[in-house]
């Protein structure tokens, strides 16, 4: 089993949907979680942390649940520039070499 | 503000030839330094981590060596390419893991 598993994708929505991303890791002790965006032959770039009460950035919500290991995203009211691959990351620990990428889920948002 | 800089930007080399990929941070000190490799549809490799001046660390064997000449210098070389080695090298700082890596924009390598 992968340490840090994705929803497999593509998601294909159209504009002005709701689309949840999921994300699942195996390390209990990981400390701090991330969601990053890659567009096509782009860097990876930071969408946002998350928190775990939850939070929130504009359309974009990051929940956690520490318990069941889970995390997800929710983009509200798609945008076409939302296309993208999501890519969840975990942090093992306190140090930046400890981070696990996941595969990414991509996302296509149809006119 | 932090920037990092990566360059080339595109690279096609042939088998058996070296390799030299550079990656500079500015506006941060003793910044924590990352090679990654992404080869086409697959997720993000680890391949070297450096903390400091002349310390590194490698996650994978292979093909590649990096070092860290300089405090906010990090570079990725190999003396004889194969074609694995094909892909997406990106260079990323982090400041300790709570507020997440800056990726370079990457070098996209061909091995021909």
């Known amino acids: 089993r992968k340490e840090v598993e994705q929803d497999p994708g593509p998601f294909n929505v159209p504009e002005g949907a709701t689309v949840a991303f999921n994300c699942t890791y195996s390390n209990s002790a990981s400390q701090s979680f991330f969601w990053y965006r890659q567009d096509c032959r782009k860097e990876p770039k930071l969408l946002m942390s998350v928190y775990s009460s939850g939070n929130e950035d504009g359309r974009f919500t990051a929940q956690l649940n520490r318990a069941s290991q889970y995390i997800s995203l929710l983009i509200r009211d798609s945008k076409l520039s939302d296309s993208a691959t999501y890519l969840c990351?975990?942090?093992?620990?306190?140090?930046?070499?400890?981070?696990?990428f996941g595969p990414g889920t991509r996302l296509s948002v149809l006119p | 503000s932090q920037t990092i800089h990566q360059w080339p930007a595109t690279l096609v080399q042939p088998v058996g030839s070296p390799l030299s990929l550079e990656c500079t941070v500015e506006?941060?000190?003793?910044?924590?330094l990352y090679w990654y490799r992404q080869a086409a549809g697959r997720g993000l490799q680890l391949l070297f981590y450096?903390?400091?001046?002349?310390?590194i660390s490698s996650e994978v064997p292979q093909n590649l060596s990096a070092s860290r000449p300089q405090d906010r210098q990090f570079i990725l070389s190999s003396k004889k390419l194969l074609l694995s080695d094909s892909g997406f090298y990106l260079c990323?700082?982090?400041?300790?893991?709570?507020?997440?890596?800056?990726f370079g924009s990457g070098t996209r390598l061909t091995v021909v």
């Open positions: 990351v975990v942090n093992r620990g306190n140090y930046g070499q400890n981070f696990v």
């Open positions: 506006g941060t000190s003793n910044p924590n």
């Open positions: 990323a700082w982090g400041d300790g893991g709570y507020y997440g890596y800056t």
């Open positions: 450096s903390v400091g001046i002349g310390q």
